[in-house]
Structures are given as C-alpha cells and as structure tokens.
C-alpha cells in the first residue's frame, strides 16, 4: 500500500486562522469522502497495539544498520519476541528480547508513505532499565526509504555503561554517522520518540515528555528528500557491545504516521500546516495513550 500525505496540505500559509476554521467543514468533508472511496489510502498510519494479534501492517523486515549508541553495525536478526499487555490503562506491546554484539531485531511497515511534512511518533514506558532488565537501545524507531534500505534515520534512548550512562542518540544511514547527547531519561516513565520531516529543512529527531514537551532535540545533516520517493516506519530494539547476551525491554503504546511537527515551545496547540489547520484530532486521541 503507497500512502500520500501530500493531500492533506492545500491553501495559502497567508490564510489567517478564522479563514482556515471556514473551510474546516470543507477539509472535513472531503476526508470523509477520500475515506469511504478509492482513495482510503489518505488515512494516517496509527497502531494503538491492542492485540490479540500483530497487525498486517508489520513485517519482519529491517537492514543491517548504524547501532545508534555505538556507530557499529547491528546485525539484524528478524522480528521481536512481543505480547501483548496493559500498562496504567493502556493497550501496550511488550517487547523483551536478549540480544548479543551488535545485534538487533525489529519490524518495518508494508505500507509506504509519500509526503514532504510528516511527525513519525511513538509513545513508550521506559519500565526498569537496569543491567539485569534492559540495557542499550531498548527501544528505535525509523524511517527508512522504500526503495534503498541503506537510507534511514534511527532515534532511540540508549543506556549505556548498562543503563548506567543514559543518552538520546540518532544513527543516519544517509549521514552515515550517529550523533549523542546526554539525557538522564527516567525508569518507569512514559516519553515519545520523534523524527521530523519538513521541506527544504534537515530532519529533527527529538525525545518529548509524555505531554509533548521536548526534552532532547537533534537536527540531522539532510533533509527529508531521501524519503520523498516513498518510505516505511520501523520500531526496533538493539545492543552495541556489551561482550555477553543482555536484555532489552520496552512497553509501547502506539505509533502514528501525521501530516504534522512537533511544536515549537510556546507555540499555540493549533498548528497550520502548510496552510490548512491540522487541528489536534490526531493528537488529542493520542494524548495520555487514549485513557
């Protein structure tokens, strides 16, 4: 399936607000009908992981890639150990797995996605990170292109020194680096993953609190042009080198693919993307995990 944000953005950026919430009706009706017609593809990636089973819309599929903690290549091994749980009220998927050097496992979209402004963001609990529970990349996500695997960006939290030595760190397959910052994330806590794409801008990666407030934020060497052919979304969990088997652990809520950007802070909710009010339909379901 090729789906194309591109049609959600239409208008003049001049157009004041009060002019934008008259054609909200129109916007609205329209998505009814790309919807409930040939053009259903429109609707907006999002997997909230309430089980029983795995979605369709994942595959066992990722390219040996840049370890975002360490710059070495992980090995990617296949599909993660997962079930399916609650956590604080929320459908989660666990994924708990014991990975070795430079290894990794994870799952990519079958879907691919065309648009030039897209937020891939997933919402997380970091549970016990510890060296008996879960240590490194315990959790990743990516966009990688549809057509050339070897272009991707990778975000993830990393506990390195065995969860001692927490960090924010992005591997970029197009870069062909990894960048670190430190960032003392907490156990137990719910935070987001996101990777940004804006025309004519380098890519952001960015760490947020579970309300949305950027935590860490990291701009990238490209712009999202790499994956303007079409890309797919991957979450995935990796180890650099701990020299024996160690656990990674995760609970994640959802994932969602939207037409939007991370907000500056300060900025009002109400974000205008490329002239039509993106209003907080989306976010407003995801915010809190759907509770």
Partial sequence: MNTNLSKYFHGSSAASAQQLAGRLPLALALASVFMAGPRATAQVFHDDFNGPALSPSWQA??????????????TYLGAPH????TLDGASVINMTNTLNNYQ????????????STFLYEARFNTLAQSPSNSIDSFFEIWVLNATNSSLYDIVSPFGGSYSANRRFDVASGVDGRTYDQAYNYQNN??????LQ???G????????????TILAQQTLGHTDSFFSS?????????????????????????VDLSPSTVPEPGAAAL?????????????ARRNQGRR
């Fill in 201 to 212: 801008h380098d890519m952001q990666a960015f760490l947020l609190s579970d309300s949305g």
């Fill in 189 to 194: 806590t719910w935070y987001r993953l996101a």
């Fill in 230 to 254: 079409g890309f797919r979304l991957g979450i995935s969990q990796s180890v650099g080198l701990p020299l024996s088997p160690y656990p990674v652990n995760v609970d994640v809520d959802w």
């Fill in 61 to 74: 599929s990722l390219p040996n890639a840049l370890q975002p903690g360490t710059g070495g290549v992980a």
């Fill in 82 to 85: 997962y079930s399916f749980q």
């Fill in 197 to 199: 794409g804006t025309p």
């Fill in 104 to 115: 990794r496992v994870g799952l990519s979209t079958t879907n691919v996605f065309t648009g």
């Fill in 271 to 283: 974000v205008l993307c490329g002239g039509l009010t993106w209003l907080g339909a989306v976010r």
